[in-house]
């Protein structure tokens, strides 16, 4: 399963970069994707990278503040996180979609990891 790291607790307006580590197997001719869930919500879509790298997919919520981004020479999957607010606190989870390409729908994705919690005070 993919490991997420890089959580933590951060002030409003800061930046924080979390990474996502997986099995070749797991990461190699597959999409990658970070959700989120923050408590009594569910899940939500943060962010998704196809297996080239080309043409990720943001929520719109984050859009213009978050990268995804991935290091095939690693496997690894990061989401660089900038100017974070409050509405951003969530445990952050990664995962490795069903196929090559970006992918917004959860059905779409398996092998999901434990998460990383990201807090982020006003």
């Known amino acids: 399963k993919p490991v997420e790291s890089g959580g933590g607790l951060v002030q409003a307006g800061d930046s924080l970069t979390l990474s996502c580590s997986t099995s070749?197997?797991?990461?190699?001719?597959?999409?990658m994707g970070w959700f989120r869930q923050a408590p009594g919500k569910e899940r939500e879509f943060v962010a998704s990278?196809?297996?080239?790298?080309?043409?990720?997919l943001y929520a719109d919520t984050v859009k213009g503040r978050f990268t995804i981004s991935r290091d095939t020479a690693t496997d690894t999957v990061y989401l660089q996180m900038n100017s974070l607010k409050p509405d951003d606190t969530a445990m952050y989870f990664c995962?490795?979609?069903?196929?090559?390409?970006?992918?917004?729908?959860?059905?779409?994705?398996?092998?999901w990891g434990q998460g990383t919690q990201v807090t982020v005070s006003s």
């Open positions: 995962a490795a979609a069903r196929g090559p390409v970006a992918t917004r729908t959860t059905e779409n994705f398996r092998a």
């Open positions: 070749r197997r797991i990461f190699s001719n597959n999409g």
């Open positions: 990278i196809g297996w080239k790298g080309g043409d990720p």
